[in-house]
């Protein structure tokens, strides 16, 4: 995947491109944003792309031709990128730290101090296959406090030729001595149409597409999640007094049972919202809504989960004959 067929945030990868140009890369970049709209995915092609032996000449970086685009016709180190075996690039997230602990990735909670130590001890070593490095630390508000102390002196005094890219999706919890090192690029919500044309390429239909990428707030990662949950009611219409109890001992038995009870409940407001433009009672669809965030208060004040997803699902599938509309516009 090159720049140009990413969706949105043209302005960011613009500057991105004109950094690289420059010559004069940063030594530590913070991309932030809502959770979904692609930072991860511009900060590897950020990688990839400085790290293409087609665009380097000698110790020169790219230098795009308006004419051959971003793409490379796969040079190795793109193809050792692809593979994810580049000896210069280093993803560290929860798979990386499950791999050093020898756990599940399930397990993973926060990114660690010894995590981080790694990270750095492979930012001081000399590039070995390119002329730079990078380091990308996804969701990196989960760094813990030691984790992120632990990584300021390397910010403060980064090994040359190495180049560090925080992904956060909350931003307010990284230090603000780390915040401070660090070269901003704030990612916005990406569009209605730039979610609606991603899932099409995913092959969803498109009324199923329009539905999600109009209560996804802007995120993909939201849609697929909100597309999960559309798949658990709809394979229980066919027994509708049931299925709130039916969803809720699914659910019960994944690893994360209230993160999952969150999302759904987040799907009821977010189609009740998007509902409420064709719909005559709005002021039963908004006292609905304040319903459900009375659920979500309870489930923060660890409330007992099956009985507060239980009953939000069964008010929501009651009052708003969701199997007899289905998921429609």
Do not use: W
Request: glycine letters at 4%; hydrophobic letters at 40%.
């Amino acid at each position: 995947m090159a720049f140009e067929k990413i969706k949105g945030h043209l302005k960011n990868i613009n500057g991105i491109v004109n950094i690289i140009n420059s010559k004069e890369i940063p030594s530590s970049f913070l991309f932030c944003g809502k959770e979904g709209v692609g930072k991860l995915t511009i900060a590897k092609e950020f990688a990839k792309i400085s790290l293409c032996k087609s665009k380097i000449n000698n110790e020169d970086f790219l230098s795009f031709d308006s004419n051959d685009g971003l793409d490379c016709p796969g040079c190795e180190s793109c193809r050792m990128f692809e593979l994810g075996v580049h000896p210069d690039f280093l993803l560290v997230d929860f798979n990386y730290q499950a791999g050093l602990l020898g756990e599940k990735v399930s397990e993973q909670k926060s990114i660690g101090i010894d995590t981080v130590r790694e990270a750095v001890k492979f930012s001081n070593l000399k590039p070995s296959f390119c002329f730079r490095k990078f380091i990308v630390i996804n969701d990196a508000e989960k760094m813990t406090v030691e984790a992120q102390n632990s990584l300021l002196k390397t910010l403060e005094e980064p090994f040359e030729g190495t180049t560090i890219i925080l992904v956060s999706s909350s931003s307010n919890k990284l230090l603000p001595t780390i915040l401070s090192r660090c070269y901003k690029l704030v990612f916005n919500r990406l569009s209605q149409s730039a979610v609606m044309d991603i899932l099409a390429e995913k092959g969803y239909e498109i009324k199923r597409a329009e539905l999600l990428s109009e209560i996804s707030e802007g995120s993909v990662s939201l849609a697929f999640k909100y597309e999960k949950v559309l798949q658990m009611f709809e394979e229980n219409a066919q027994k509708p007094y049931i299925a709130p109890f039916l969803i809720t001992s699914k659910l019960s038995k994944t690893e994360d049972f209230r993160e999952g009870a969150v999302t759904v409940l987040n799907f009821i407001n977010s189609f009740l919202y998007f509902k409420m433009k064709n719909y005559n009672n709005t002021d039963k669809i908004t006292k609905a809504i304040k319903e459900n965030f009375k659920y979500m208060n309870y489930l923060k004040h660890n409330v007992n989960t099956r009985l507060v997803l239980s009953a939000a699902l069964y008010k929501f599938f009651s009052e708003f004959d969701f199997f007899k509309q289905g998921a429609v516009l």
